[in-house]
């Protein structure tokens, strides 16, 4: 039985502000298709990108991305 895929702490954030994904790449700035890739774990953003977004949600890079020891990411 497959386990549902919980949400990424990145879409939650976005979902409780009001803000679609095109709004928030807009600000970062990055392409949408780049910050969906993020969510859905397609890719790992560079700190810098990560530094970015944070700073744009006003929020820690630990809040979005936290820390998955023996996990794989997202």
Known sequence: M???KSR???QRILSERGLRHQDLARLVPISRSYLTQIINGQRI???PVAQ???AVLETSVDQIFPSQR?????
């Open 52 to 54: 970015r977004i944070a």
């Open 8 to 10: 990424h702490p990145l």
């Open 45 to 47: 953003p560079s700190l």
């Open 2 to 4: 497959r386990r549902p």
């Open 70 to 74: 023996g996990e794989p990411p997202c």
